[in-house]
């Protein structure tokens, strides 16, 4: 499939409701509306195109952008292409597509280190949602990287910009979950670290207590690591 007819199927997914939707959550820009149901019927019909997920993402359209990540290559990402696209990332829904396949690439722990200490906005807050993905994966963090991750949340979190203290919200409780001796230290940090506010505009959706999150959600991964070594 090429270009021209993903973009034309693009179109055709695309409704008034959803552009609603995402534009009251953040979206800017050029963009269909198009559902996630629809963009993983893409996915399954394209699989992995590297060539295509690049042009896509050229094309700027938030669509296409987030399609673009879903085919895309991870093995094939230079670390200079990484660096062109975050800097083409300018909302929360683009940023947590993109920080999922950054994630993946050689140059994962690499760029979420740069981009976490990044004067760019939006590359900071794909740094920050990079950071529960890399703990999931055996050996991409060692255990001082997830402690001074942890240090640096409690340090400046609060004095942090609206999206990114989101983002490192939800790296807290990555590093509480997916790192089991960070646990306890996730929670008590959580607990110094007081209330997030984050201004979700005119949108349902809250911020989680990571406090009251962290014990639940590293349960269940718990749970679900001993159903696999059974398995």
Known sequence: MNKTRVLERLKAYGTVQ??????????????????????????????????LAEQLWGSRIKDAQVLATMVADPSAFKASLLDSWVEDVDCRGIAGAFSTVAAKTRFGKNRMQKWTRSK???????????????????????????????????????????????????????????APKLEKQAIAAARRIGKIEVDHGETGCKTPDAVTYIPKAAAHARKQATKHKRG
């Open 120 to 178: 760019n906005t939006w590359a900071k807050v794909v740094g920050w949602y990079m950071v529960p993905d890399l703990t999931r994966m055996p050996g991409a963090l060692t255990g001082a990287e997830c402690e001074a991750l942890l240090e640096t949340i409690e340090d400046t979190i609060q004095g942090s910009g609206n999206w990114v203290r989101y983002a490192m919200n939800n790296a807290l409780i990555g590093l509480g979950t997916w």
């Open 18 to 51: 959803n552009r609603k939707i995402y534009a009251r959550h953040g979206m800017t820009g050029k963009f269909y509306g198009v559902s996630y149901a629809n963009l993983g019927k893409l996915r399954k019909e394209i699989k992995t195109d590297q060539r």
